[in-house]
Each structure stands twice: as C-alpha cells, then as structure tokens.
C-alpha cells in the first residue's frame, strides 16, 4: 500500500520536497554535533535535558491522545470517529518516532543507547519508557496496517486484532505516565517531585493531541476532498475543552502549593518562569519570562473560545483555538516543564539556558521527519479510500 504515497499533484511533491530539505539541513546540523559533541548545544552540567527532551516529553502526550478517538470507536461503538481512529493512530506513529529520535540526538555518543538493552534495569524509569514506547509504536503499527488493509480489501477487520486494540488503550495511558516518573522520582528537583505530574501531563496530553488532530482534519478539508465531518470535529473540540480545563486548573492547584506553603525550593522554579531569577552575578534571567507569559495568555484565551458553545462551533473559530491550545502547550511542556526543573540547581545557583543554532536545526528536522511520515501515512490512507469508495464492501 505504500506505493499509494507515490501518487501525489503538485502541492503535495512540493511539501514532500521543503520537508525534505529541512531534513537534509538538520542532517548537517547534527554530523557537526556528532563530531564535536554536544558542547555545540545550550546544554551544561547544570542544566543538562533542553529543547531535545523537552520535545520528546510533549510529543510523549501528542501520541498518547490517539487513544481519545480509538476508546470512543472500538470500545464504545462510536462510529462517527470511523474517520478520525485512522488518522489518530498515524498520528502516534510519526509522533513515536519523533520522540525516539530527539532520545537519540540528546544521547550525545548515540550508540550509548544500546545500553538501555544490552543491560536492562527493571529499577530504571528510562528502561520502562523506553519498553512502553516502542510497544506503543509496534501497536499503532500492527492495528493501522491491518485496519488498512482490511478496507482495501473490503472485508472487515479479523476478530484477532481486537486484543491488540484494546491493550493499546491502557499502553497510551502508560507511555505518558511513565514519563511522568521519569521526573517526579527525582528529589533533588522540587519543581517536579509531585503527585499530580502524571494527571497534568496525561490532561494536557488530550488536550494538545486532539488539537492537532483538528488541525489537522481542517487543513485537510482545506486542500484535499477529505472532511471527516462535522459531528467529530466538534467532539474533539469539547475534549480539547475539558482536558484544558482540567490542565489549567492542576498548574494553579500547583502554584498555589508552592506559593502557601512558602518553601523556597518550590517558588523558585515558578519565580523563574514567570518574573525572573538573579544569577551568581545579580543579572536578572527572564529569558523564559515572555515565553511563559505567551503561553498562559494563549491557554485562557484558548480555553474562553472552547467553552462557548456557539463559538466552538465555529470551524474557523474552533481551529484558532486549536492552534493555541497547541502553542500554549508546546511552550509549557516544551521549554518551560523541563528548562525550570534544572532552574535553579540544587545549590540554588541560576544558570542561562538557550538553544543553539545546532539545536533548533536539529530539532526543526526532527519534526520535519515526523511531518514528512504524517503526510505519507495520510496520503496512503486518503487514496486507499478513494479507491474503496469505488467498490462495493463485501462483509
């Protein structure tokens, strides 16, 4: 089926060349890092996880939010996300492998990560990520080829893929949770050693990957003869809605703690997000000042136009807010959650982190690759269904 991704008009070669171009460019970007290290990044003892990992913790959720539409559909019958289950599932694989490559571009020496299974740790929190995620990628696989391939030929899918389908329901919960540990179980840094990391990562999770899906369908509905319809769209909305309310409202339960209880330790991350922190020399650090403020601003604006009935039904209004709540998040988890875990360190010492050049080309090819498979996967399904739209389904 994939020899359908070579069927394309011009527009869709064009994107198909820019997204490799800006690929081609990272490659560079990153045999310079890989010859001399990653002294070429932002990154220091101090604060060693920057924008690769922070990418691979937000595109963590963006994969989990599949299962928004697949539970809906497999489990509940809900056959008005027939449309969507599909494009959700491509989704987590271009987004799996996104997060697996910006692992391997942070790794430094990248054959290092062979560790992970040449000496497994059960007692190792990146051993278990690394297990649920590359499950979760073989699930989305295996259920979205078998899927496809049953409606290529007409036939409804085997009864044996039914296990598979149900067991990636509660694996899409677990690849953000686990990440979620990834963070919490570290004590020396107060900013995430919180019980709630795992619910806000799993809300803004089902926040911000619907949104995309949105976005997605939108632009799709633009540029292509596909609609996924109505109904659906406006269901994604009001899980958008209420996964950012309930984001929004764990971030305040989460300043209020630390501003009550007034312990030092835990104010000083937010302090640092939001008014700035002296360094050793008394310089003032707000380099994340702005980014933060962005973000909160975009996520109430967003969450306003979402909880108004008649606006979210609003398709162009609907995808305003999509795109904010995406921006909103991919600052907050993409910048924000892991630079001020590091800020300031354990001796209370503020260090400036700012991405290089390197890193942002690297980082911009990483999701240049993903776009690039996304768009393969959708124009393979796209044309598959135009072809059995054409041929009477044989039950």
């Known amino acids: 089926m994939i020899e359908k991704a070579l069927q394309g008009g011009k527009g869709y070669w064009t994107l198909i060349v820019i997204l490799l171009a800006v690929i081609g460019v990272g490659v560079l970007a990153y045999l310079k ?27 963590v959720g963006v994969a989990a939010s599949a299962v928004m539409v697949v539970l809906p559909y497999y489990l509940h019958n809900y056959k008005m996300f027939g449309k969507l289950t599909i494009l959700g599932e491509f989704l987590a694989i271009g987004a799996c492998i996104m997060c697996m490559t910006f692992i391997f571009v942070d790794m430094g020496q990248p054959f290092r990560i062979g560790n992970v299974f040449l000496y497994p740790s059960p007692h190792s929190m990146m051993f278990w990520d690394t297990v649920v995620l590359f499950g979760y990628l073989l699930l989305n696989i295996l259920i979205s080829r078998v899927a496809m391939s049953s409606e290529n030929k007409g036939v409804a899918p085997p009864k044996w893929i039914k296990p598979f389908i149900i067991l990636s329901i509660p694996w899409a919960i677990s690849i953000h949770t686990v990440t979620a540990f990834l963070y919490s179980g570290l004590a020396a840094r107060p900013f995430w050693m919180t019980a709630v990391l795992a619910p806000r990562f799993l809300a803004s999770a089902f926040a911000s990957g619907p949104a995309l899906l949105i976005i997605l369908c939108l632009i799709l509905k633009r540029f292509t003869k596909f609609d996924a319809g109505r109904e659906p769209i406006q269901k994604l909305g009001v899980i958008v809605a209420y996964a950012m309310a309930l984001n929004i409202f764990l971030i305040l339960m989460e300043i209020f703690t630390a501003v009550y209880s007034g ?105 240049g690759m993903g776009a690039l498979i996304v768009t393969i996967l959708y124009k393979v399904a796209l044309t598959l269904r135009k072809q059995v739209q054409r041929v009477p389904y044989r039950a």
């Open 33 to 59: 890092q890989f010859s001399e290290g990653l002294t070429v990044t932002g990154l220091s003892r101090d604060v060693s996880w920057g924008l690769y990992i922070a990418q691979f913790t937000f595109l």
């Open 263 to 367: 312990i030092p330790e835990h104010i000083d991350h937010f302090k640092y997000m939001f008014v700035g922190l002296q360094d050793a020399e008394g310089v003032m650090v707000t380099n994340l000042v702005p980014w933060m403020w962005t973000s909160s601003v975009l996520a109430v604006f967003s969450l306003s136009l979402l909880l108004v009935t008649k606006l979210r039904q609003n398709e162009t209004i609907l995808g305003i807010a999509a795109v904010a709540v995406f921006a909103s998040l991919w600052i907050d988890k993409g910048m924000g959650m892991i630079v001020a875990g590091f800020t300031p360190n354990p001796t209370h010492v503020v260090v400036p982190y700012t991405p290089t050049l390197i890193e942002s080309l690297i980082t911009l090819a990483i999701w």
